[in-house]
Each structure stands twice: as structure tokens, then as C-alpha cells.
């Protein structure tokens, strides 16, 4: 298939993104959270290689024309879970270039009628391969900003002073 329905440098672009998005963060500012009911970057990265598996996960179900509901996840539950903040950021964004690599080979072998291929997600919706692959890079844009507002808040807990 020569013209794909999707972006795949753009999908594959994502993880340039997450690790420009990141560099030069020391340790702390990586785990650092506004509240302890609110994500780190390195939780953030650690739910974006979570959803990338289920994202791979959904790939598969719609190409085997599975008549299964497309499974969403506990997110916050999985991130907490796993202690992600006690993870490696470099661990996660090596997991999230492999996947992402890993389906790119599989879309090049897709065909048309592969690409058109649907699933029923956990809502009930019908959703497209195509879609869904759009989708996941829409959501790491999301988690993006995310990351650069967790960024702010972090510098700025640094710089405030009290003038009493």
C-alpha cells in the first residue's frame, strides 16, 4: 500500500516529542507533583506506555475481526499501581519507542480493507483502525501540554518566596 490513512512519521514523531518535552529535567522535577492525587511527568510517560499497549492491544482486536468490546483501562490505578514515580523515565520512553516501532512495521502490511476495519469500543461506539491511530496521537499531544503545565507548576514551586 503506498498512500497510508495515517501519519505514521507523526505517530512515530511522538516519542521525539515526550523526549524533547522532558530533556534537562533533573530527577526531581521529573517525580514532582502539584497534589498527591495528580500525575508526575514520569507518571504521565508511564500512563502514555500503558495506553500505548492497550492501543496495540485494540490494533489487534479490530484487524481479527474480533466481536469483543475494545477495552478501555483504569488508568489512574494502573499509574499508582505500578509505583510508576519509581520507575525509570528512560525505561518508559525506550518501552514507547519499541511499541510504536513494533505496530509501524505491522501498518506498512496493512492493506485498505485492513485500514477500514472497526471495533466496537468500551462506550459503543464504532471506531476505525485508522481512527484509533489517530486517536493515539491526538492523546500524546494532550498529555504534551500536560507535561509542560506539570513543568510550570514544578519551576514555579521553586521561585515562590514569601515577603512577610
Not at 9 to 33: C, M, N, P, R, V
Not at 37 to 47: M, P
Amino acid at each position: 500500500m503506498s498512500q497510508l490513512p495515517v501519519n505514521i512519521e507523526l505517530y512515530l514523531h511522538t516519542h521525539d516529542q515526550l523526549s524533547q518535552a522532558i530533556e534537562g529535567l533533573s530527577d526531581e522535577a521529573l517525580k514532582w507533583k502539584a497534589a498527591p492525587n495528580q500525575w508526575s511527568v514520569t507518571e504521565v510517560l508511564t500512563h502514555l506506555v500503558d495506553h500505548n499497549i492497550v492501543v496495540s492491544f485494540r490494533i489487534r482486536e479490530i484487524l481479527s475481526d474480533s466481536e469483543a468490546r475494545l477495552p478501555a483501562f483504569s488508568q489512574d490505578s494502573w499509574v499508582a499501581g505500578q509505583k510508576a514515580n519509581e520507575g525509570s523515565v528512560t525505561d518508559y520512553l525506550n518501552a514507547f519507542k519499541a511499541l510504536l516501532h513494533y505496530n509501524s512495521l505491522l501498518f506498512q502490511r496493512l492493506s485498505e480493507e485492513d485500514w477500514a476495519k472497526r471495533g466496537v469500543n468500551w462506550k459503543g461506539d464504532s471506531v476505525s483502525l485508522s481512527a484509533l491511530i489517530q486517536s493515539f496521537i491526538t492523546h500524546v499531544q494532550t498529555h504534551l501540554a500536560q507535561i509542560e503545565r506539570i513543568k510550570q507548576g514544578e519551576s514555579a514551586s521553586h521561585n515562590s518566596s514569601c515577603s512577610l
